[in-house]
């Protein structure tokens, strides 16, 4: 039997299956419909924001660094152009050391290439270029262009490079600059900066680079272009150019510089030069120094671990974060001391018969029975340790700290410099501070005045320090901040700013007992401990000897140079001005265990007058040569702090 087809069945599943259709489609047309008004009414802006900036980008222009010129206007850092070949590792379709095995076949790649960029990628972020060789000559990038296609995540850059022409001259006062690690550019973002070192790959690390890299650096600049969607430029819409950064002006004469670096040799020490009337320092020495291009690019690893094991530390800035008893070069200060708060007058004398008792303990003199009747000026000129015994222990700590405070000993000078060093102008205060576990140490014994007064015990100043009071005393008690910075100089105008426009304060000094104390010191160089460094000048100076030592001798024992180790050598010590009546320059300067100060470091001094004052150069390459010194080969040092019973007798100046 034939089944019969029910077409109106047929018919309403077709209409139901036609409606179910219809209806879906509707649905996905009204979804479509919705996607579209959503995208191109509601989010209209937001999109077409996003669009507008998927089509152009905003590249960074990073100012031209500031230069560092010298007082005379020698550049002492610069800057120049140069090719860097940089690996961006995030966008390499290799193994990074793959990568770089085939760019040696173009270029050269040496094996401290690779270790200072392992060490730069290790302290960048995976998404940075980080740069592989530096410099690439013409012939290197031609190479390199006809085979970039290989290198994805490979690229030459044209970057700014900062040079110091002068190698290590100065390198402690300009310092250098380095690319910018993780630590720093953590700050940067976390900072007001931010925005303005987008680009920038180098910060100033230290010196001058550093305290003054806010100037230095400049005013970013920013160019809106248009790219492709490969990210290549095309054109470019607007530009705000960058800012260049200002220019420093050093106070320091580089020539000084120069010779007194020079005159050093081969010895280890440091050298403050002033200008009283102003604070500028003329010349600044640490020895010895380092070359600061060396950082520039990234130091290997090499020169590092050389610079940073090194016995003679080259890397530390001797005249800021070094100190030192500063031996006899104290005694014009105490002498003045006196004077003002009246425990002593020019013409009061003593009788030296070569000891100091106090009590069951006694300091010996340097000179062997002593010098005789000693009044003030002569206990400056001839360097009389028994007098300054008898002045310490009568005037006490608390005269001596009040009146030594106010010319910069044992606290911050003020200099454009980051990380001094406040060095130690020991007080009661200071003490139990200082023994704080140690209660019976906390007291303040007679003793340790008799060690103050001549310049050892727990005395332990920096050179800058020592050089800063000699030039407020020279400028007869006027303080000026001591600076390396004489001027900036705007990089587009010109328009040059002193650092330092005025005086800080005046000590309240009597002007006769100032005159007196520069008369002594003047004798120093013409009848006493320096008038065979002085001999013959063609202008008077004021000076002071020093010798300090680094290691206490037993009781009993005999100071031998020759015996001890060369670094157990007592330090050698020298303070000067000049010229007498109106001082233009004033310094102090030490050269670590080389011996007697009117020996080794009163040539310095001559050196550094001679050529400042008069313009003559050394006419010789023989250093820190020593003059000849009448001294007793007897005499034993001091033995320096703290205060130790039965003290034996300083070193001759």
Not at 205 to 225: A, D, I, N, P, R
Not at 615 to 631: H, L, Q
Request: proline content about 5%; some cysteine; hydrophobic content about 40%.
């Amino acid at each position: 039997m034939t089944e019969l087809q029910n077409n109106d069945r047929e018919i309403h599943l077709f209409r139901v299956r036609v409606t179910a259709l219809f209806t879906l489609v509707f649905l996905c047309f009204a979804i479509l419909v919705a996607r579209v008004v959503w995208l191109q009414v509601i989010k209209h802006d937001d999109y077409a924001a996003l669009a507008e900036d998927n089509r152009l980008a905003i590249v960074p222009i990073v100012p031209n660094r500031g230069l560092i010129l010298d007082r005379n206007g020698v550049v002492l850092a610069r800057n120049f152009s140069a090719y860097t070949l940089e690996i961006t590792p995030s966008k390499l379709h290799h193994s990074l050391d793959s990568v770089i095995d085939e760019l040696a076949k173009l270029v050269v790649i040496e094996p401290k290439d690779r270790k200072r960029f392992r060490t730069l990628m290790a302290e960048s972020r995976n998404f940075e270029s980080v740069p592989l060789r530096t410099r690439l000559t013409d012939d290197e990038v031609a190479r390199f262009t006809a085979q970039r296609f290989r290198f994805p995540g490979v690229d030459v850059q044209a970057r700014l490079f900062r040079q110091y022409p002068l190698g290590e001259t100065a390198a402690h006062v300009i310092g250098f600059i380095g690319r910018i690690n993780q630590g720093e550019a953590r700050a940067l973002e976390d900072g007001p900066d931010a925005t303005n070192y987008r680009g920038t790959d180098h910060i100033g690390k230290e010196g001058v680079e550093k305290s003054y890299e806010k100037l230095l650096h400049g005013v970013t600049g920013y160019e809106k272009v248009i790219k492709t969607a490969g990210g290549r430029a095309v054109s470019t819409l607007s530009r705000t150019e960058a800012t260049p950064g200002s220019n420093l002006v050093l106070s320091i004469d580089i020539e000084l510089q120069k010779i007194l670096e020079q005159a050093f040799d081969d010895f280890r020490g440091a050298l403050v030069a002033i200008e009283p009337e102003t604070g500028d320092i003329l010349a600044y020495v640490s020895r010895p120094g380092f070359d600061p291009n060396l950082f520039v690019d990234g130091i290997d690893s090499q020169s590092w671990n050389e610079l940073n094991t090194s016995l003679d530390r080259p890397m530390l800035n001797r005249p800021l974060q070094g100190t030192y008893p500063p031996g006899s070069t104290f005694k014009p200060f105490m002498a003045l001391a006196a004077l003002e708060k009246g425990f002593r007058t020019p013409s009061q004398a003593i009788h030296d018969a070569g000891s100091f008792s106090l009590g069951s303990y006694r300091w010996m003199d340097d000179k062997v029975g002593g010098h005789g009747t000693v009044d003030m000026y002569k206990s400056i000129v001839i360097s009389c340790n028994t007098y300054y015994y008898q002045l310490g222990n009568e005037m006490g700590i608390d005269h001596i700290h009040d009146f030594m405070e106010p010319f910069g000993f044992g606290r911050l000078t003020g200099i454009d410099l980051d990380h001094e060093k406040t060095g130690v102008l020991p007080s009661k205060d200071w003490k139990r501070q200082r023994f704080s576990k140690n209660k019976a140490a906390q007291v303040w014994q007679k003793g340790d005045n008799v060690n103050i007064a001549i310049g050892q015990g727990y005395n332990s100043y920096t050179i800058l320090q020592l050089a800063h009071a000699v030039s407020t005393l020279a400028n007869n008690g006027v303080v000026m901040r001591p600076h390396l910075v004489q001027s900036v100089e705007d990089g587009r105008t010109r328009e040059r700013t002193k650092t330092v426009a005025k005086e800080s304060f005046r000590i309240p000094l009597k002007q006769e007992n100032v005159d007196f104390i520069k008369r002594a010191m003047v004798g120093v160089t013409q009848e006493g401990t320096g008038r065979l460094a002085f001999a013959n000048a063609a202008y008077q100076a004021g000076g002071k000897t020093g010798t300090s030592q680094t290691v206490g001798l037993k009781r009993g024992e005999k100071y031998n140079a020759k015996a001890m180790g060369e670094r157990l050598r007592d330090n050698s010590l020298y303070v000067a001005f000049a010229p007498a009546d109106k001082p233009k320059i004033a310094l102090a300067l030490i050269v670590e265990n080389a011996g007697f100060g009117a020996a080794y470091a009163a040539p310095i001094a001559r050196k550094a007058l001679d050529y400042y004052l008069t313009g003559k150069r050394p006419t010789s390459k023989d250093g820190a040569k020593p003059v000849p010194v009448e001294v007793e080969v007897e005499e034993v040092p001091a033995v320096p702090a703290p205060f130790q019973p039965g003290a034996e007798p300083p070193a001759k100046d």
